[in-house]
């Protein structure tokens, strides 16, 4: 097997993050729940941008977060993703290639518009998200570059992009290049909703030893795993995985690879503003550590530095030196 080229390498949607302070009263007006996720349409994207506040234009996306934050660490990362050839998509471009991240596909003038999610963020720190995926769900298979795959070490995707039937091919093409090249596929279950909808597709990709590496928060795991128990939930998954990356919030995180378990706290914080980006740069910091031959506790600790640098400022790709903070962990 080759030395990989890219340390990293993240298959997500490509998407411009609007984000925009809001009250409780709003998204009860709005008819939004609190802290969660949905998609939406163009028409809806719309009308909900016309009733916000001022927002922040950011460049975002769950798995390009993840390359950002891989990149933050001073590692090689790379992205694919769809953007179109519009003002947005020139954005993201800009945005992710000046973060130091390789952008592996070429815009696209006949997917519509770039993708964006609008996301209002209480006072609380929570933020609730509005995504038009536009362009994003427009990833083919023709844009899986196999040797680009087999260059990096660890591949990388997130739950959110499995939604659409065409960028889904995309993604186990690019799964059943990474394996046959030797690589690790990493994947995350990204949300709750994701689950719902594709608990049986994920289960399939677990039990055919499609996924090396998953990451879930406890309320993910206790979705897949059926049960309110989030200790129960750790044993089934990490009996169908060889890598389980559990997130809790301000508890910490665990990781379960065989007979092995690691637990860390939380990395303590200023002061919350914005919980956006948070699992992203959890999973920067461990597949990094794991890009690097580091422990489960050493990874897990990595992932809790990266975490707690972003919810301490709006959006989601880091600000601060991610490398100093990382010290010795990265030396």
């Not at 665990?254 to 200023?270: C, K, L, V, W």
Request: charged residues 25%.
């Amino acid at each position: 097997m080759t030395q990989p080229r890219l340390d990293v390498l993240c298959i997500g949607n490509a998407i411009v993050d609007v984000i925009a302070d809001a009250d409780d009263a709003f998204l009860a007006e709005q008819g939004l729940a609190k802290n969660a996720m949905r998609l939406i349409d163009q028409e809806e994207a719309v009308r909900l941008y016309g009733l916000m506040g001022p927002g922040r234009e950011v460049s975002g996306g769950s798995a390009g977060n993840t390359a950002a934050g891989v990149a933050a660490l001073g590692l090689k990362a790379g992205f694919i993703g769809q953007v179109a050839s519009d003002e947005l998509g020139d954005i993201y471009r800009h945005d992710i290639e000046a973060q130091g991240v390789e952008f592996l596909v070429e815009a696209r003038g006949d997917v519509g518009a770039t993708a964006r999610s609008l996301i209002l963020v209480t006072p609380d720190a929570h933020r609730t998200m509005n995504t038009f995926l536009g362009a994003a769900q427009c990833l083919e298979s023709s844009a899986i570059d196999r040797d680009r795959i087999a260059e990096a070490e660890i591949l990388y995707l997130e739950g959110y992009l499995w939604d659409p039937e065409v960028p889904r091919r995309a993604m186990e093409a690019a799964m059943e290049a990474a394996h046959s090249a030797g690589r690790k596929v990493a994947f995350t279950l990204s949300d709750t909703f994701c689950v719902d909808r594709h608990r049986s597709g994920f289960w399939d990709l677990l039990w055919d030893g499609k996924v090396d590496i998953l990451f879930a928060n406890e309320a993910e795991a206790m979705a897949m795993a059926a049960t309110d128990d989030v200790e129960q939930a750790k044993a089934v998954l990490s009996k169908a995985v060889p890598l389980l990356v559990v997130t809790k919030s301000e508890k910490g995180a665990s990781a379960i690879s065989g007979n092995e378990r690691a637990d860390i706290p939380a990395e303590p914080i200023g002061k919350l503003v914005d919980t956006t980006g948070a699992g992203d740069l959890f999973a920067a910091g461990f597949l990094a550590g794991q890009a690097r031959r580091l422990s489960l506790e050493q990874s897990l600790t990595l992932g809790a530095i990266a975490a707690a640098e972003v919810i301490q400022h709006y959006g989601a790709r880091p600000e601060t030196d991610l490398k100093a903070l990382a010290g010795d962990l990265l030396a």
